[in-house]
C-alpha cells in the first residue's frame, strides 16, 4: 500500500523568502507524484506533478519540486513566496495502475507580510 | 482547459433526507470520475471510483447504499447521500480522469453539505 507523509502541518514564512514544503512516500512499485493547492472552500489545483523524466519538475506560480527516488521525496520548493501562495499544499502519490490518488495530510502555508 | 464542476457549491439539509450532488466534466470526456471527502483541516479520502457505464468501486468503510454514485454519461457523476445525519456533514469534492488519460485528476470546486 502506498503512503505519504507531509512532514509540517503548518509553515508560516515571511514574504519573498524562500519555502520549502515537505513530502515522502512510501510505494513498492514506480509511483506519480503530485502536489496541489487549496484555498479556502475551494477545491484542488494542480501545482505539478512528476510522472518520468527529468527528476526536477517545474510548476504554476513559481512552484518547483524535486523527485528523489533513494530519499523517497518530492519536495515542494519556491525561491520567493508572495501572500497570494496562503493556501494548503497536499502531496499526493499514485501507482500508475489504479490511478487512485493517496494524498498527505496536507501543510498549511502562511505568508506574514 | 479541464474544467469540473460541482453543482450545488453548497447544501443545508434536514436529518433522514437524501441529497443529491453533481460532479461534471465541462470540456472534456471523463471516463473515470472519484469522490472525495474532506472533514475540517483535514486531508482528502477517497470515497468511490465511478466508471461510466458501470457500477461505482467503493473503498473499504464507505457505505455504497448509504452514498449512491451514478455515472450515466461521460461528463456526469452524481453523488446521492441518502437519509443524511449530520455525522456525514463534510466537505464533497470529486475529480474527472480525461478518458484515455492515465495519471492527473481534475477537480473540482466542491460541495458544502451541512445536515441539521
Known amino acids: 500500500a502506498q503512503s505519504v507523509t507531509q512532514l509540517d502541518s503548518q509553515v508560516p514564512v515571511f514574504e519573498e523568502a524562500p519555502v520549502e514544503l515537505r513530502c515522502n512516500y512510501s510505494?513498492?512499485?514506480?509511483?506519480?507524484l503530485f502536489w496541489y493547492v487549496q484555498y479556502p472552500n475551494q477545491g484542488l489545483q494542480l501545482l505539478l506533478k512528476?510522472?518520468?523524466?527529468?527528476?526536477l519538475v517545474k510548476g504554476i506560480n513559481g512552484f518547483e519540486a524535486e523527485f528523489n527516488k533513494s530519499q523517497t521525496s518530492f519536495h515542494l520548493r519556491k525561491p520567493s513566496v508572495h501572500i497570494s501562495d496562503t493556501a494548503e499544499y497536499f502531496c499526493?502519490?499514485?501507482?500508475?495502475?489504479?490511478?487512485?490518488?493517496?494524498f498527505g495530510q496536507g501543510t498549511r502555508l502562511t505568508i506574514n507580510p | 482547459g479541464a474544467v469540473v464542476s460541482q453543482h450545488p457549491s453548497w447544501v443545508i439539509c434536514k436529518s433522514g433526507t437524501s441529497v443529491k450532488i453533481e460532479c461534471r466534466s465541462l470540456?472534456?470526456?471523463?471516463?473515470?470520475m472519484f469522490w472525495y471527502r474532506q472533514f475540517p483541516k483535514q486531508s482528502l479520502m477517497l470515497m468511490a471510483t465511478?466508471?461510466?457505464?458501470?457500477?461505482?468501486?467503493?473503498e473499504q468503510g464507505v457505505e455504497k447504499d448509504k452514498f449512491l454514485i451514478n455515472h450515466a454519461s461521460l461528463t456526469l457523476s452524481t453523488l446521492t447521500v441518502t437519509s443524511a445525519h449530520p455525522e456525514d456533514s463534510s466537505f464533497y469534492i470529486c475529480?474527472?480522469?480525461?478518458?484515455?488519460?492515465?495519471?492527473?485528476?481534475?477537480f473540482g470546486p466542491g460541495t458544502r453539505l451541512l445536515v441539521l
Open positions: 510505494s513498492s512499485v514506480s509511483v506519480y
Open positions: 470540456d472534456f470526456q471523463a471516463t473515470t
Open positions: 499526493a502519490v499514485s501507482d500508475g495502475g489504479a490511478q487512485k490518488l493517496v
Open positions: 475529480s474527472a480522469r480525461l478518458t484515455g488519460g492515465r495519471e492527473t485528476q481534475y
Open positions: 512528476y510522472l518520468s523524466g527529468s527528476t
Open positions: 465511478s466508471n461510466e457505464g458501470s457500477k461505482a468501486t467503493y
